[in-house]
């Protein structure tokens, strides 16, 4: 007998209780797999709910998606696009959505499962998706599917009967002719291997049926994490001290509504997470909590286990803006079709407010808490407050206008532009990231007063003593991409000399070009090897997709999916040296930082670099660049510290 999580009974139990399709696949799913075998409903899939996941480690995954639809209502076009037959309205087809959670699976995967199948393409399949027709029977299925069928079918003959006629080029002949035969064979996988109804349920099944030792333990035992999020416990977590504003502002209120801001290091996301868990406990219902920057997922999440307080992972979601949208729209089956540029796909869903307008949007949140205000456009604000917030909910925004590295708009106060009715805003002004005689804070402020007085109000730490002598390592030095080995080799020798573990160093450009080529010399160099962690695809992998993708347009979206992987993947404490865009390490810290800077970096770029550093700065910037006689005058040169 299968381990269903959550138990049969406290499935039913939940706020969305199964569906009569649902439970009816439970059951069986139950009865008829062996004890090895994890059955999971509604698992929240890191902001994915997948109806039903089913694992059995050594072996694979299966996804399920579970209609209980009556498909005489529906039609399938030429496209695989599905239509309610009373209005024509378009719907994503369930399969879509199905794959759309296997790509996912993917993606997060932090123990190299995306890797693994770049490598080999077999591995891809040892996740099965299949869609169960509750209400349907085999026959009703192929109803469904025979009207497009035959009009492909009649396609194909006609385009035959064409190229006998000679009256269309062998060429064009082809091209329709793969085109068409794809659908079909698309169509007939769809009917015949993918749907399942109550006559042939034994159809879900694991691939092979037999052990796969690519489907190790480290495998199942991320995705376990994944899916079974534990529950905290106040004991586990650690015991902090806040302020006095901390405390007030960290105070949970039904309709609550604020904007805090405050100096890197001051505490905006220990604060969000404190207020987090406050508002879960104050209603008893789930957060979202929502960022721009992809990789600080995993940071709000430990910042959150960093409270002492009782809770279940399952009541906070934690997200970005583009992926939450995302999901929600794959969720409620909305086709997301291809645009031609980031523009358009910006314009018809992510900033779209009229989109959501049709969606009965099941679930609202008693607290929305928004990080790195500062890269959020107003509508984005809008389509959240106005689409899933609950009524009497509370929201809360939280950011650092010199961050504003996408340069979004900056009101009259000098303040990221937001949205009415979040009242004005509260300042943490103290930072706790570095000591009182820290010589970054120095150069922090220094860098302020020089490239940023003109456009943002000034930071001043209220604790801050300033240092008479430089603290730790600071260190400058010039770069190009054509000398990276010779980098690589400084931050190796550096990190020996100094004593600095793997693990407290961390490399940030805002070009990933630079950052693939100099993380290839780490990883290669003469007299080191060192192993590392990035938030972008390696020099490798982008050069596997390029020799296996020829299509421009489909080589850009392999890349975004890979990128995609190696940033949720990304572990502050993983034990290894870290490389980052400064983009996707907004947020974090690190105890030294290595910032190479270049001329088109705008200073809201380099002050959020280096406000990244604890203890320890080195900066490259290219030579004559900008920004060189500003960080020569007030750091050692780079050799001192290689002696």
Not at 350 to 358: E, I, K, P, V
Not at 606 to 627: D, P, Q, V, W
Request: net charge neutral.
């Amino acid at each position: 007998m299968a381990k269903v999580f959550p138990d049969l009974v406290k499935a039913q139990q939940m706020k969305q209780p199964p569906t009569e399709g649902e439970l009816f696949l439970l059951r069986y799913l139950e009865d008829n797999f062996d004890d090895d075998t994890e059955v999971y409903f509604q698992a929240c899939f890191d902001g994915d709910r997948p109806d039903i996941v089913i694992m059995k480690k050594n072996v694979g995954l299966i996804i399920v998606e579970v209609k209980d639809w009556d498909l005489r209502h529906y039609y399938v076009d030429e496209k695989n696009q599905w239509r309610l037959i009373s209005n024509n309205a378009l719907l994503k087809s369930p399969f879509a959505q199905a794959f759309s959670y296997k790509k996912h699976v993917f993606e997060i995967h932090s123990n190299g499962l995306y890797e693994r199948s770049l490598a080999s393409e077999t591995f891809y399949g040892l996740v099965k998706v299949y869609v169960y027709f509750h209400n349907a029977t085999k026959s009703d299925l192929a109803d469904f599917y025979l009207n497009v069928l035959g009009d492909i079918q009649a396609r194909i003959k006609e385009n035959t009967t064409q190229l006998q006629q000679k009256s269309i080029r062998y060429d064009d002949y082809v091209k329709k002719d793969d085109y068409l035969k794809s659908r079909k064979r698309q169509f007939e996988r769809d009917q015949t291997s993918l749907s399942v109804t109550r006559e042939n349920l034994k159809r879900i099944s694991f691939a092979g049926q037999k052990s796969n030792p690519q489907f190790d333990d480290a495998v199942h035992k991320e995705l376990t994490r994944l899916l079974v999020p534990p529950f905290h416990y106040a004991n586990e977590g650690t015991e902090l001290t806040y302020t006095k504003l901390q405390t007030r502002l960290a105070i949970s209120s039904s309709g609550g509504r604020a904007k805090i801001s405050g100096i890197a290091g001051s505490g905006k996301t220990t604060v969000l997470a404190k207020r987090a868990v406050n508002s879960h406990v104050r209603h008893n219902g789930t957060v979202l909590i929502l960022t721009f920057n992809l990789t600080l997922r995993m940071f709000i999440k430990d910042k959150i286990n960093e409270v002492r307080d009782n809770f279940d992972w399952r009541n906070f979601h934690i997200s970005n803006y583009h992926k939450f949208i995302t999901i929600v729209l794959n969720e409620y089956g909305v086709l997301v079709e291809g645009q031609e540029t980031d523009e358009e796909w910006e314009a018809k869903y992510f900033s779209n407010a009229s989109l959501f307008a049709g969606l009965p949007i099941d679930e609202k949140y008693h607290t929305i808490l928004i990080d790195e205000i500062q890269d959020y456009k107003p509508e984005w604000l809008r389509i959240i407050r106005d689409n899933f917030l609950a009524e009497n909910g509370e929201m809360v925004l939280y950011g650092d206008e010199k961050q504003n590295i996408y340069e979004r708009l900056i009101d009259q106060d000098k303040k990221p532009t937001t949205i009415e009715g979040f009242g004005r805003w509260e300042k943490l002004s103290k930072s706790f990231r570095y000591k009182q005689d820290s010589h970054i804070q120095h150069l922090a402020t220094a860098f302020q007063h020089s490239f940023l007085s003109d456009k943002y109000t000034l930071d001043i730490d209220e604790s801050f003593q300033p240092s008479l002598s430089l603290i730790g390592a600071n260190a400058f030095g010039n770069y190009s991409d054509n000398n990276l080995r010779s980098v690589a080799e400084i931050i190796v020798k550096i990190a020996k000399l100094q004593m600095i573990h793997p693990n407290d160093i961390t490399v940030l450009s805002s070009r990933e070009e630079t950052l693939q080529l100099l993380d290839y010399e780490i990883r290669n160099g003469n007299s080191h090897r060192e192993r590392t962690i990035t938030s972008f695809a390696s020099k490798e992998h982008v050069e596997l997709l390029k020799s296996k993708i020829l299509v421009a347009s489909d080589l850009k979206k392999k890349l975004r999916s890979a990128n995609a992987s190696k940033k949720q993947g990304f572990n502050l404490n993983s034990g290894l040296m870290k490389l980052s865009t400064i983009h996707s390490f907004k947020g974090f810290e690190s105890p030294t930082i290595v910032l190479l800077v270049n001329d088109t970096d705008s200073p809201e770029i380099i002050y959020t670099g280096l406000t990244r550093a604890k203890e320890n700065i080195i900066i490259f910037s290219t030579r004559n660049c900008k920004y060189s006689l500003f960080f020569e005058g007030r750091l050692d040169a780079v050799e001192r510290y290689c002696k």
